[in-house]
């Protein structure tokens, strides 16, 4: 498609439970990228991929976070244990191959926990 | 890391007159500078970049400046409109072959409100 489409829009969970977010890249990027934004519009960088493979994970809160981008799949970020601070937007942004490419933004997912 | 100011946090300007956003960056090897505007309830959408071996770009009413010995990098936009309200994040990273991948590190945010 010609968008980054995530679902789904909103998520409501109760502190401890499950969380799993999902992300379908524009078709022939090769990139995707996590980014959680908080409150105060403040955007924190999760996890990128190079296609099934985790490029860079700093940011990842690694106890409770994971991610995932399978072949023929969308890519998904789960939570486990969620906690009250977890309630944020999560984005996924997809970008192609090449230099200083653009990356487009999916339309979020709002989480938040109870 | 790198690690990247904005200011102001926000904004008011007539219809009509310009309006001016201001980022800073601290690392150096940083050379792909966007700048995204994201609306209520949507996500960033990509308004204008430039590259480190570029000064100043300008695309219609849209401006983007840059200084790389001050690390500067600012966004201009000229005869406002009301549909030009919204949040504007600048942001930065290692653009180029070797860093196709490399994660957007972006300001806080500038809330600009055009009134009529």
């Known amino acids: 498609g010609e968008e980054v489409a995530q679902t789904p829009k909103h998520l409501v969970r109760g502190e401890g439970q499950k969380a799993k977010l999902y992300c379908a890249p524009i078709k022939g990027h090769s990139y995707v990228f996590w980014y959680q934004q908080v409150l105060k519009n403040e955007f924190k960088f999760l996890i990128s991929f190079q ?21 023929n799949s969308p890519c998904s970020l789960e939570i486990q244990a969620t906690k009250l601070e977890d309630s944020a937007v999560y984005f996924c942004a997809s970008k192609q191959r090449g230099e200083y490419t653009e990356a487009f933004f999916g339309q979020g997912t709002r ?4 | 890391g790198e690690n990247v100011e904005q200011h102001p946090s926000t904004l008011s300007v007539q219809e009509g007159d310009s309006a001016v956003i201001k980022c800073t960056y601290s690392d150096s090897a940083s050379n792909y500078f966007p700048w995204y505007k994201q609306e ?10 430039i590259r480190s071996n570029v000064g ?3 695309d ?19 005869e406002t409109q009301p549909e030009d309200s919204a949040v504007y994040f600048c942001a930065a990273s290692k653009g180029g072959r070797t860093g196709t991948a490399s994660k957007l590190t972006f300001g806080t945010g500038t809330r600009l409100q055009v009134t009529l």
Request: net charge positive; proline share 5%.
């Open chain 1, 51 to 71: 296609n099934e493979n985790v490029f860079d994970e700093t940011g990842m809160p690694k106890e409770r976070f994971s991610a995932k981008c399978l072949p």
């Open chain 1, 111 to 114: 989480l938040t926990v109870v």
């Open chain 2, 40 to 49: 209520l309830g949507k996500g960033p959408q990509l308004i204008i970049d």
């Open chain 2, 56 to 58: 100043e770009k300008k």
């Open chain 2, 60 to 78: 219609q009413r849209i401006a983007v400046t840059l200084n790389k010995t001050a690390k500067h990098f600012s966004l201009h936009i000229t």
